[in-house]
């Protein structure tokens, strides 16, 4: 498992070699498709990345009055965000965190809460932290909407989760700090109602695509 610092110093190198992640296009595409962003009017992305989820968001999926709030414990990602979301300067805010899930945010203040490919980077414990910082900053009937490395559903994805892991185990940076987990067992149903789930394999590699509602 990475640490906070050394996840920092991974993606602040790492940099626009992100958007060459091939295998997170359908996920990315499936999650925008089911996730309602057109009755969104604000949006927090947890982990923003490159701004390329924000990016389509902005262009193709939200009204063009929705605000969208990014953030990313890497320098160099907040910046290529910023840059790459220019246009919509006067809706977007993006900052740096130190990588720990508390936010300075309101309670009940977002109708949608983004987390694209970050969860399976945290321990356990901050997976729980993260999903209860969404859950509190989003309104009640708002949703949160998940992307995350999965388990195979299929022989080659299962033999490709398996190399995945054996690469995470051997070493952590190799994939990222990445390994598959499964976020639908994070999500207890008395306080989220499950609106779309599906696991989509692109190159042999299995995304798990979640959208729930906050009850």
Not at 197 to 207: D, E, L, Q
């Amino acid at each position: 498992m990475l640490s906070y610092p050394e996840a920092k110093k991974f993606y602040d190198a790492f940099g626009k070699k992100q958007d060459k992640q091939f295998y997170e296009k359908i996920a990315i595409r499936d999650l925008l498709e089911h996730g309602d962003f057109t009755s969104a009017n604000s949006i927090f992305e947890f982990g923003c990345g490159t701004g390329k989820v924000a990016q389509l968001l902005l262009s193709d999926y939200s009204k063009p009055e929705t605000h969208y709030v990014g953030v990313d414990i890497s320098d160099t990602m907040v910046k290529l965000s910023a840059d790459k979301l220019t246009e919509f300067h006067d809706r977007v805010r993006i900052y740096s965190t130190d990588g720990a899930p508390e936010l300075p945010e309101k309670s009940n203040c977002y109708d949608r809460v983004i987390c694209t490919y970050v969860l399976d980077l945290l321990a356990e414990q901050d997976i729980k932290r993260v999903l209860s910082e969404a859950q509190r900053i989003l309104v009640t009937g708002g949703y949160i909407c998940l992307i995350s490395l999965s388990h195979g559903v299929s022989v080659v994805s299962r033999m490709v989760e398996h190399t995945w892991s054996f690469l995470y185990r051997l070493k952590p940076t190799l994939v990222g700090g990445c390994r598959p987990i499964s976020v639908l067992k994070y999500l207890p149903e008395p306080e989220w109602e499950i609106l779309h789930h599906n696991v989509i394999v692109s190159y042999g590699i299995p995304s798990e695509v979640l959208v729930a509602k906050k009850l």
